[in-house]
């Protein structure tokens, strides 16, 4: 059985935690690992199961590797996705690059950012799934459903299969509460959970019947892919002509050997800061808290203090979360529409739509401590080993002062090594590297100056991660 991972979410309604370019996959929401390294530790113990396969937005692309080696299940392989077309086009660059390698063993789709309590309930959901999909069936798992919940879509079963398997009738978008409390009270409606099981081939054909246009952007796509490392990109152009659709509609409710089989084991997609919550362990009076924070006379709130210490006073059904640049406070019946605050913000081509003040690169991460019209403050953490590009700037001057550890510094012609406390000046338009060849963390502040400071003003040479 084969772990293909679906990592394509940008999480905008768990902002400012969760941004598009470190969206709620690779956060450590529940636990003390991100979520997307529980996605494949909770399948520990599952017998015959293959290194997973990843399909991922090409930003993501580090961190989905260093993540996942991070909890040891390092990826058989990384799909990237140059642009977003939903969950069919995803599936099936994962299916056609497994029958290219003369595998057709039985594919468990499974989105990065789920919570599931009962892991042995899965594995046994995932058994009974299995001899289904081995049978030639396309398997999806609606989870039981607990309440009249208008923030999930639905699937309708038909006739009973075999035991704990059903036939599928329907695939329905998210209900208002009325038809969501019918949906409850007939017992013939499931959660969608997202989880599929099948093998490559059957999904192959399945979409060459229904969608064959989306079919053969697919296969161009993959047939001019660039592999990279433990990458596979495939061809933008190809990719971006392919049509958009999710397997639900392109493929599951058209097809007739669709069944589902039900999933009772504590299942939650984590959609909201109000879901979040539900999850989260609490207090006497309901509170869920992390960080530095002090409750007075408050209940059942969510509050997240990353930086500063959060006090609460006389306030109920409250989110409340702190980030280094963002402090975000609703009511919990509102969370849906903290959507609007990242539309916003991506109207007014705000940083913090897209990024945190920290932002992780393949080599380490960047702090922007301050800055200014003219000028910029970063605290630089170096991986050992890693380096940074070859590169150059149009617009701006930096200053590099070691803080601790040893960096291997290319400054135009010349080659140095510094130190704790020593610096070097890179003038405009100058040809220079960052390098850690020591074996702790380099650490160091950088103070860029210039007329723009956007960075998008690098120029690179050459770079180790293939970055353009």
Same mark, same amino acid.
């Given at each position: 059985m084969i772990p293909v991972v679906l990592s394509g979410g940008s999480g905008t309604r768990l902002w400012p935690y969760s941004r598009s370019q470190y969206p709620k996959q690779f956060l450590p929401l529940t636990s003390d690992m991100t979520m997307v390294q529980e996605t494949v530790s909770r399948l520990d *113990?599952? #017998? #015959?199961?293959?290194?997973?396969? !990843?399909?991922?937005? #090409?930003?993501?692309?580090?961190? /989905? %590797? +260093?993540?996942?080696? %991070?909890c040891g299940h390092t990826p058989a392989g990384i799909i990237l996705e140059p642009v977003g077309r939903n969950t069919a086009p995803a599936i099936a660059l994962a299916a056609l690059a497994l029958i290219a390698k003369g595998d057709d063993s039985v594919m468990l789709i499974l989105p990065a950012d789920h919570v599931i309590e009962h892991e042995q309930v899965f594995h046994q959901a995932i058994a009974i799934a299995a001899q289904q999909a081995e049978a030639g069936k396309l398997v999806t798992f609606g989870v039981v459903p607990t309440a009249p919940e208008t923030g999930y879509g639905y699937i309708k079963r038909s006739d009973s299969v075999t035991e704990n !398997?059903? &036939? !599928?009738?329907?695939?329905v978008e998210k209900p208002d509460a009325e038809v969501a409390q019918r949906y409850l009270d007939s017992g013939e409606y499931y959660w969608n959970s997202g989880m599929f099981m099948f093998k490559p081939t059957r999904y192959i054909e399945e979409l060459e019947k229904f969608n064959p246009e989306m079919l053969a952007a697919c296969k161009a796509s993959l047939d001019n892919a660039n592999i990279d490392l433990d990458f596979t990109r495939v061809n933008k152009e190809s990719f971006e002509a392919c049509p958009e659709d999710s397997i639900d509609y392109a493929v599951m409710e058209k097809t007739d050997s669709a069944v589902v089989v039900p999933?009772?084991? *504590?299942?939650?997609? /984590? &959609?909201?800061?109000? %879901? =979040?919550?539900? /999850?989260? +362990?609490?207090?006497?009076? *309901?509170?869920?808290?992390? &960080?530095?924070v002090l409750i007075h006379d408050s209940r059942n709130c969510y509050i997240q203090a990353d930086k500063k210490l959060i006090a609460t006073v006389g306030v109920d059904d409250m989110v409340i979360v702190d980030t280094d640049d963002s402090l975000m406070v609703a009511s919990k019946d509102k969370v849906q529409e903290v959507k609007s605050i990242v539309k916003s913000l991506k109207s007014q081509s705000r940083s913090e739509a897209k990024v945190h003040r920290k932002v992780y690169r393949p080599w380490g991460y960047y702090d922007s401590i301050d800055f200014g019209e003219r000028f910029q403050v970063k605290r630089i953490v170096v991986r050992p080993g890693a380096e940074l590009s070859l590169q150059m700037h149009h617009h701006r001057a930096e200053h590099w002062i070691v803080v601790s550890g040893t960096a291997a510094v290319v400054n135009g012609d010349d080659e140095i090594l510094l130190t704790e406390n020593q610096s070097t000046y890179i003038p405009i338009g100058q040809r220079h590297q960052l390098k850690n060849p020591g074996s702790i963390p380099? +650490? =160091?502040?950088? /103070?860029?100056s210039g007329s723009y400071l956007g960075e998008d003003d690098i120029v690179r040479f050459k770079d180790m991660y293939g970055r353009v």
């Open positions: *113990g599952i #017998e #015959e199961l293959a290194r997973p396969w !990843v399909i991922c937005n #090409e930003n993501h692309r580090f961190m /989905v %590797a +260093e993540q996942l080696r %991070a !398997v059903f &036939g !599928v009738q329907q695939f999933l009772d084991a *504590g299942w939650s997609d /984590v &959609g909201s800061w109000s %879901a =979040l919550w539900d /999850v989260s +362990e609490k207090d006497e009076h *309901g509170n869920t808290s992390k &960080g530095d380099l +650490e =160091l502040i950088e /103070v860029q």
